[in-house]
């Protein structure tokens, strides 16, 4: 219970691992004062806790205690080779360190393929989700897109030809790729974003063609209605690379109880670069809602 005593220090802003097993341990930063409600960010499988830089002091600006949980093989959090990496363990990893961590009830934003483990989450660990915020993420059934699997079969030739220089370049290319205005990927952002690569390339592209081969043990859409808490999609309303098909759309808005899509305007995927107090207006507006439901006669 160390950690639930740790979460109590107000005003603080820590890093540290959260260990779940000999070979796993997720990465965690904690901000924001202990009295906040908990809002619980996910980054996609390409980012880290660097890509909520923006989002965080807004929400503690708000009262909001902000909890960044990098999935396994996402950031700082580890790499093994072996492990499960399906899109519901990587959920119940999710749980596991929400428990240790002492929080329940907490709002979850997520970034694209991470949605779809806090969907999982959401109906598999009720008690611990409030509601959703999915930035550009849909009800994804696998891991291996066609991204990944492009990634995957890069995999034994990066390190040979270019190594991490290669990765940068692939990042940035794609940043630019899936932005409304681009002028935010800059060096610095680029290097944010390969950080973890840069630390362990070998452990990154194991993990990589690790992601690309997982299979799934559950489906997720036959229980999206069993998601109990409101949803709200984030879309960028530029055009641009990636994000839920009008089919994933569609099947959210007739199998989800509560669903909201708001569009923002001039952006692409990455809302929480280019529009980082869209995100927490997306989480204002979703707790007040909810605010206003339990009111109701």
């Known amino acids: 219970m160390w950690l639930l005593a740790f979460l109590t220090l107000a005003d603080s802003t820590q890093a540290f691992p959260v260990v779940l097993s000999p070979a796993e341990s997720l990465q965690v930063t904690v901000a924001g004062a202990a009295a906040g409600k908990p809002v619980v960010l996910v980054p996609g499988l390409f980012g880290s806790a660097f890509t909520y830089r923006n989002v965080i002091p807004r929400l503690t600006a708000a009262g909001y205690r902000a909890i960044v949980i990098e999935p396994l093989g996402v950031g700082g959090s580890g790499r093994p080779e072996r492990a499960d990496y399906s899109l519901t363990a990587q959920a119940d990893r999710l749980a596991a360190t929400i428990d240790r961590l002492g929080v329940t009830r907490a709002m979850v934003v997520a970034h694209s393929t991470s949605a779809s483990m806090a969907y999982r989450l ?146 692409g995927a990455f809302v929480q670069e280019e529009r980082p107090e869209a995100v927490v207006a997306a989480v204002v507006r979703l707790d007040a809602a909810r605010a206003a439901a339990t009111t109701l006669p």
């Open 122 to 267: 959401a109906y598999r660990r009720p008690d611990l989700v409030r509601g959703i915020v999915s930035i550009e993420g849909g009800p994804v059934e696998v891991l291996a897109t066609s991204g990944m699997r492009r990634a995957m079969e890069l995999a034994p030739w990066i390190k040979l030809f270019g190594g991490v220089r290669l990765v940068r370049k692939a990042i940035r290319k794609n940043l630019v790729a899936v932005s409304g205005d681009a002028s935010w990927v800059s060096d610095s952002v680029v290097d944010g974003y390969t950080v973890g690569a840069a630390r362990d390339l070998d452990g990154t592209l194991k993990a990589v063609i690790a992601m690309a081969r997982a299979r799934e043990h559950e489906r997720l859409r036959p229980h999206l209605s069993e998601i109990a808490c409101p949803v709200l999609l984030l879309l960028g309303g530029a055009p641009h690379d990636g994000g839920p098909r009008p089919g994933e759309v569609i099947e959210l808005a007739e199998s989800l109880p509560a669903f909201t899509v708001d569009t923002v305007p001039g952006v």
